[in-house]
């Protein structure tokens, strides 16, 4: 019989430690939204509706802020489960269902994966070095995966230095771009012009997919509702302020970038917050800005083939992928075949897609899986805990699922196809991790 994702509750002194506060969950979410992403996407965004960055990124803070009300409940209602896949099963109980929403999530963090190896291999490396970007892609995957391999501990401590370092950057681009505005340089009227070529509201709602990359991290949080002191009071403080302020830090940089930099020449850069630093003439030398920006997608990269790799063989171990996954190295104790397949399937996808369809595929699996926390919020609204936790009307999850579905609507044909072969190979899987468990469980019976 196949075991399915249970949510429950440990026993007493059993768990994880519950030592993170407010303020250490606060900076841990800051430093996992303000991640690589907008070092690398302000240009797709000028493509698409110009100067008028601000907006895409408006509306996929709506988006963000109503899929935030969603989990804040769910965390706080079940704050030893963590992720969409496990509210899935408590809402429906259907096992595949479970493993198709874990699946998403391993199969998101592998296409972020994948579109921050191509930025990493673009114009911040090159400010450095001439190397080709395919090889970089590979060579930078491969030791990422070496990385992982030997066993990454990941603290809140070493992500907050992580952190650090990627904020500066972004301060840095927003004080710069201050001081040229504040000198009269720059011209500040570019960011309500609109790119010429594409229809306004078509383009905002494009550029809105690729904005709502910036704003992923809801499951990064759910993943540590064991270790959280009193989270019915820490966790909807410490989410809402963390995408607040991440909110304020991207609508700093875009108005910013497009002030100093012309829109069109943001939208031909996958380095554009470097062009923004060179641009001001501050004298602060390309390479050490290239360093930080390369800090932070490194960082993000090796974090997210961490998650991709981990939710492979907890499917595994929760028998819904084959046992194969759940292997692990006599000595590190790392998960070597799953860390492998993430690899393997990332270079895959470095090689063949570009930063911005692979950050929109990225996009279309988390709505997916956010679509299914919303409806899952909703049927469990019946279901009674005996301790406080925070709600959100009903009203909330229902606008989440309806700005879900128009952001779905936006993607191509290119990026579904992407996904719909995810969803095949899941399924392929999933049928032969079945096929297994049948076979061990007709073994023990004979």
């Known amino acids: 019989m196949t075991k399915n994702l ?35 996407l302000v240009g797709t965004m000028a493509a698409d509706v110009g100067g008028v960055i601000w907006l895409p990124l408006l509306i996929a803070l709506v988006v963000a802020l109503l899929t935030a009300g969603t989990y804040a409940e769910l965390i706080t209602k079940y ?26 999530m391993m199969a998101s963090g592998i296409t972020t994966a994948a579109a921050l190896a191509n930025a990493f291999a673009g114009d911040y490396l090159g400010a450095l070095i001439e190397v080709p970007p395919g090889i970089t892609a590979v060579v ?5 995966t070496l990385i992982n391999l030997r066993g990454v501990r990941e603290s809140l401590t070493a992500n907050l230095i992580a952190s650090v370092i990627e904020v500066t950057g972004l301060v840095i681009v ?9 000198s009269g340089g720059g011209d500040p009227g570019r960011i309500f012009e609109f790119a010429p070529d ?3 509201l078509q383009g905002a709602f494009a550029a809105s997919i690729v904005a709502f990359f910036s704003f992923l991290g809801f499951e990064a949080a759910a993943n540590m509702a064991e270790e959280v002191k009193d989270p019915s009071r820490a966790y909807p403080r410490a989410l809402f302020g963390a995408i607040g302020v991440a909110a304020a830090v991207y609508l700093l ?20 917050l470097l062009d923004v630093v060179t641009a001001s003439g501050a004298g602060i030398p390309p390479w050490l800005f290239s360093l930080i920006a390369l800090v932070a997608i490194a960082n993000g990269a090796l974090l997210f083939m961490v998650m991709a790799s981990r939710v492979g063989y907890g499917l595994a171990e929760a028998r819904l992928l084959p046992r194969a996954f759940g292997r692990v190295l006599p000595n590190r104790r790392t998960p070597w075949v799953s860390i492998v397949v993430v690899a393997a399937v990332t270079i895959g996808l470095a090689l063949l897609g570009d930063v911005a369809t692979l950050a929109e595929t990225t996009v279309l699996l988390l709505l997916l899986v956010f679509l299914s926390a919303n409806v899952s919020v909703l049927v469990l609204k019946k279901d009674k805990v005996d301790h406080d936790h925070f709600t959100v009307p009903r ?5 989440a699922i309806i700005a879900s579905i128009v ?10 196809l992407g996904a719909a072969a995810y969803v095949v190979v899941g399924s392929v899987l999933f049928l032969i991790a079945r096929i297994g468990i049948k076979r061990e469980d007709r073994a023990t019976t004979h």
């Open 79 to 104: 704050p030893h489960a963590g992720g969409a896949a496990r509210y899935v099963d408590k809402a429906f109980n259907i096992p595949y269902l479970s493993f198709l929403v874990g699946f998403l």
């Open 395 to 399: 009203i909330v999850p229902v606008l």
């Open 253 to 272: 940089i875009a108005i910013g970038a497009v002030i100093v930099v012309p829109p069109t020449e943001l939208a031909e850069s996958s380095g554009p």
């Open 140 to 144: 930078f995957i491969v030791l990422l």
């Open 407 to 416: 952001l779905l609507a936006q993607q191509s044909g290119i990026v579904w």
């Open 198 to 200: 594409v229809p306004p």
């Open 174 to 182: 927003i004080v710069l771009a201050a001081v040229v505005f504040g």
């Open 6 to 40: 249970e949510v429950t509750e440990p026993a007493p002194g059993v768990g994880l430690k519950r030592a993170v506060g407010t303020w250490l969950l606060f900076a841990f979410i800051v430093g996992d939204t303000l991640g690589a992403g907008i070092y690398t």
